[in-house]
């Protein structure tokens, strides 16, 4: 009622007889009140654009009748793997075959973020990539390329693309895993990430180039992960180097990263035990214990 000022709770009462006592003495004009605008007033943000819609933002809504909120879209996403060395998860690999995976781990990835993305295999014919190809490029936002991108003799790829007039960017990156990276657009607006075959390789270009573009194209801002390498690494190679990390917090409440060793970027089994990738500069061979550096993750 609007002549309250004070509630008293109910387990602070004994009733007895019709009669209600009050058993304590801690008792402030005010209390147990939760004034009308004493959390946000009229007009004022309650939550910020650019963001995940969370079971706490939906709650939100809910309490302020909104039961229709204006959100992003998802690019029309199409994952297509090429090699006549993949076979079908289901099926019995000859001696030069493998069961496809990377199509998979990225399908599988792509959920995680609300993308319910499309699949396809294509064998390496060159005439087969460029019918293939130049229908996908036509019918979906975004192409997540597999394989075939690097100097092999049937890594077809990259010339394909090039003869369907896919503007390339760039074509190799300087780092270990994932070199032969490829990236490029349409003239109609399709975006084209073209990675290597090797699971690690395009689990790493994944996390660590196709993701952020993703979220920032969505205009989702987050914040950069650091964490404390927990034995020292040596790599030569002269290219920025991602070695696979298991992250855990220690007692001081830092976070730190153990390498995984593993068995070059085809080793896809180390993939269960990481957590992230750590990102470390090519300008240096050598990485001191409790030396601080970015980590890509592998969740949110």
Known sequence: PSSTNTVIRYEDLDIK???????????????????????????????????????????????????????????????????????????QPSPFQIRSSNA?????????EAIEAHMLHINDNREELKTGLNKCLQLFDVLIITGGISMGKFDLVPSVLEELEVNKYFQKVSQKPGKPFWFGTHENGTVVFAFPGNPVSACLCFYRYFLPWLRSSLGIIEENRYACLSKEVSFTAGLTYFPQVKLRMNEEGKLIADPIKGNGSGDFSTLAETDGFMELPAERDNFEKGEVHRVWMLSK
Not at 25 to 39: M, P, V, W, Y
Not at 54 to 73: N, Y
Not at 104 to 112: M, P, V
């Open 17 to 91: 007889n019709g009669i209600a006592t009050v058993i304590t003495e801690n008792i402030k004009q005010g209390q147990n009140i939760h004034f009308r605008a004493s959390d946000k007033k009229e007009h004022d943000v309650m939550v910020k654009s650019d963001q995940y819609i969370t079971p706490q933002i939906i709650s939100i809504a809910s309490s302020v009748g909104k039961e229709k909120l204006f959100v992003k879209k998802n690019p029309g996403i199409l994952i297509v793997s090429t090699g006549d060395e993949l076979v079908d998860v289901s099926a």
């Open 104 to 112: 998979s781990l990225l399908k599988a990835a792509l959920s995680e």
